[in-house]
T-cell receptor, first 114, second 110 residues
Framework: AQKVTQAQTEISVVEKEDVTLDCVYETRDTTYYLFWYKQPPSGELVFLIRRNSFDEQNEISGRYSWNFQKSTSSFNFTITASQVVDSAVYFCAPRTGSARQLTFGSGTQLTVLP | KAGVTQTPRYLIKTRGQQVTLSCSPISGHRSVSWYQQTPGQGLQFLFEYFSETQRNKGNFPGRFSGRQFSNSRSEMNVSTLELGDSALYLC?????????FGPGTRLTVT
């Protein structure tokens, strides 16, 4: 069985602060992908990043960075110097096997205040 | 390149009716997946189609069905609508690993 947990229901920060969104994915599978999506008020899910389970190298892309630790099943996502436009619900979504099926976490509502 | 399009964007139906939602994937994408999003259950996978064949199916009753055409466009159908079917229905297309989502169809069942 697999389980994806986003323990933070809501986070509120002031513009320009850094914010980290937590995700824990528990599975017995050794090969899987982890995705982060953003859902602004318009409703459309926007793809942000993808990581493979066999690659624990942390990366930075612009204001986004992610920290993947397979030993603790954590896949955290950080936004540096947050902006009001970053306000959205952020979903962690793992995928195992060859199927395209994504299993979404419950999401974290991020509010960035001006 | 145009993104994933879904029609209609909004729909109001009466309990017991049926509804058909349409999804046009990104050009060149052959895989189309459907998800249901509700406040109570969150985002749940419905089914995935690839080259006109259903490749994977989520845990939904048989009232939910879908199909894919030779041009990769996909439709999903819900028969005998129930109040609980009110949701945002999202379609996603993919070429490789990433799935790209459309704006969704907001279905309200009264």
């Amino acid at each position: 069985a697999q389980k994806v947990t986003q323990a933070q229901t809501e986070i509120s920060v002031v513009e320009k602060e850094d914010v980290t969104l937590d995700c824990v994915y528990e599975t017995r599978d050794t090969t899987y992908y982890l995705f982060w999506y953003k859902q602004p008020p318009s409703g459309e899910l926007v793809f942000l990043i993808r990581r493979n389970s066999f690659d624990e190298q942390n990366e930075i892309s612009g204001r986004y960075s992610w920290n993947f630790q397979k030993s603790t099943s954590s896949f955290n996502f950080t936004i540096t110097a947050s902006q009001v436009v970053d306000s959205a619900v952020y979903f962690c979504a793992p995928r195992t096997g060859s199927a395209r099926q994504l299993t979404f976490g419950s999401g974290t509502q991020l509010t960035v205040l001006p | 390149k145009a993104g994933v399009t879904q029609t209609p964007r909004y729909l109001i139906k009466t309990r017991g009716q049926q509804v058909t939602l349409s999804c046009s994937p990104i050009s060149g994408h052959r895989s189309v997946s459907w998800y249901q999003q509700t406040p109570g259950q969150g985002l749940q996978f419905l089914f995935e189609y690839f080259s006109e064949t259903q490749r994977n199916k989520g845990n939904f009753p048989g009232r939910f069905s879908g199909r894919q055409f030779s041009n990769s466009r996909s439709e999903m159908n819900v028969s005998t609508l129930e109040l609980g079917d009110s949701a945002l229905y999202l379609c996603a297309s993919s070429l490789a690993d990433e799935q790209y989502f459309g704006p969704g169809t907001r279905l309200t069942v009264t």
